[in-house]
T-cell receptor, first 114, second 118 residues
């Protein structure tokens, strides 16, 4: 049973560029959430996608956008990169539900903005 | 606003001993979920254990147990018989009730770095 996968594992960009990160959810999961984890901190929620729409968003600017595809995979796009966008980006998948909805995380993408 | 506090930036434990990682939370919700995750140096967040606010018994998963004290708003993780592979960062996280507008996100603490000594 494949877990959550993310690509690429590492990425180096320069300020002002745009980046796309990809995530494939765990088998049987239909919901994808994205988190940003700066060095030495806990993850911060960016947004969640369900049924190909953004269902909830954290306190992140519009430079952060996403997409979910019919096969439930998802992309995170960041435009006009800033040095402060350097972080580990984690994707988490879950099965939509009304009770315990455990999120399972992928290995992350480490983004370095120079 | 919800807040998770982990007051132990680093902890050391001898192999085969038990260790308790502290987590306190602040919320006005009556219904909520509490999670613990392990993050090795590789970066992946590994789900360990879940406790619902209305669960009467403390959650257990193998060597992991959650010491849930609702009145004190604490949800400490207990790892029994520590192993070298337990060395990692541990995060406590909370999720609000489904009826709230922000139920889908997890709010994380700042983490505790656990080092298991041989």
């Amino acid at each position: 049973d494949a877990g959550v996968t993310q690509s690429p594992t590492h990425l180096i960009k320069t300020r002002g560029q745009q980046v796309t990160l990809r995530c494939s959810p765990k088998s049987g999961h239909d919901t994808v959430s994205w988190y940003q984890q700066a060095l030495g901190q806990g993850p911060q929620f960016i947004f969640q996608y369900y049924e190909e729409e953004e269902r909830q968003r954290g306190n992140f600017p519009d430079r952060f956008s996403g997409h979910q595809f019919p096969n439930y995979s998802s992309e995170l796009n960041v435009n006009a990169l800033l040095l402060g966008d350097s972080a580990l980006y984690l994707c988490a998948s879950s099965q939509d539900g009304w009770y315990q909805e455990t999120q399972y995380f992928g290995p992350g993408t480490r983004l370095l903005v120079l | 606003a919800q807040k998770i506090t982990q007051t132990q930036p680093g902890m050391f434990v001898q192999e085969k001993e038990a260790v308790t990682l502290d987590c306190t939370y602040d919320t006005s919700d009556q219904s909520y979920g509490l999670f613990w995750y392990k993050q090795p140096s590789s970066g992946e967040m590994i789900f360990l254990i879940y406790q619902g606010s209305y669960d009467e018994q403390n959650a257990t998963e193998g060597r992991y147990s959650l010491n849930f004290q609702k009145a004190r708003k604490s949800a400490n993780l207990v790892i029994s018989a520590s192993q070298l592979g337990d060395s990692a960062m541990y995060f406590c996280a909370m999720r609000r009730p489904i009826s709230s507008g922000s139920a889908r996100q997890l709010t994380f603490g700042s983490g505790t770095q656990l080092t298991v000594l041989p």
